[in-house]
């Protein structure tokens, strides 16, 4: 007789981790386009461009360290980073 097996999260789990991680993904490439737009200045910012770096790194680091599980982490990295991603498009949308 076959053990009945239960998946190891909720379906509401995996939607919220994957929405957290592409929050992450876009803060990243948002990031990322920074220190290229910065790299090509006649002069460029190397202590923004060492920040940036910086945010990028810890945004992978938090990306690699929660659960599909872990609810309140979840929840708190989807808004925190879905802040970020509001607040530059918001910037970007005044220019």
Known sequence: MTAKTYPLWTQN????YEA???AINDVIAGYS???DIES???IPDQARIDWLELRTTQAREVAESF???DDA???QVLMEYSAI???RDRREAAL
């Open 13 to 16: 789990q995996a939607i919220a």
């Open 20 to 22: 957290a991680l592409e």
């Open 33 to 35: 386009e920074q220190v």
């Open 40 to 42: 090509q200045r006649a």
């Open 67 to 69: 659960a599909v599980t």
């Open 73 to 75: 982490t979840v929840a």
């Open 85 to 87: 991603v509001r607040e």
